[in-house]
Each structure stands twice: as structure tokens, then as C-alpha cells.
Nanobody
């Protein structure tokens, strides 16, 4: 079992930056994939970025080149650096991992980008 806690969200102007953090309650070194998802009002939750245990990354087309996902296994933390933010990035951002067959989610952190 793992408990995930996101932080770092907030209100930022378009073009600005934020860094989200996801702290895990246990070691993430053995967790194959950590990911960030987001859900905007009235929309389905969508994958934003994911990172594997060997640091391979994958991004949605909408954030590629602007967002960077990273993981610090020593701190049991995953980060999402978000640059050049746009109003359409406004959403609740969730951290996710799959451990064995169970999927775990954090409580989410709100990101609001004003135009």
C-alpha cells in the first residue's frame, strides 16, 4: 500500500511556472511507473506525464516541451515542472502509481492559470 500527497499547486498567470510534488509514504524505487494526471471541470481525467523506474518519460501532446516529470527515489518524491503555463492547463492535478495490481491516487492539487 502507498499513500500519495501532492503539493505545489496554486494560481499563476499565463506564461508562468509551477512545480508540483508528490510525496509517497513508502519507497518508490521499486514502483515501475509514477504518473501525473489532471482533470478539468466537466472533462475526464487525462494522463499528463509518466516516468518509469529507469527514468524513461512519456508526455501528452498538449504538454510536451513545456512540462518535465522527474523522480527522486531517495526522497520518495515525484515532481512535475510546469513551464509556459496556459489557461487550458487549469485543472486538479493528481499523482498516481500502480503497485502490483492496485492503482493509488493522491487527493489532488489545484492549478489555476489566469489569462
Amino acid at each position: 500500500q502507498v499513500h500519495l500527497v501532492e503539493s505545489g499547486g496554486g494560481l499563476v498567470q499565463a506564461g508562468g511556472s509551477l512545480r508540483l510534488s508528490c510525496a509517497a509514504s513508502r519507497s518508490i524505487a521499486s514502483i515501475q511507473t509514477m504518473a501525473w494526471y489532471r482533470q478539468a471541470p466537466g472533462k475526464e481525467r487525462e494522463l499528463v506525464a509518466q516516468i518509469t523506474s529507469d527514468a524513461s518519460t512519456n508526455y501528452s501532446d498538449s504538454v510536451k516541451g513545456r512540462f518535465t516529470i522527474s523522480r527522486d527515489n531517495a526522497k520518495n518524491t515525484v515532481y512535475l515542472q510546469m513551464n509556459s503555463l496556459k489557461p487550458e492547463d487549469t485543472a486538479v492535478y493528481y499523482c498516481n502509481c500502480v503497485l502490483i495490481i492496485w492503482s493509488y491516487w493522491g487527493q489532488g492539487t489545484q492549478v489555476t492559470v489566469s489569462s
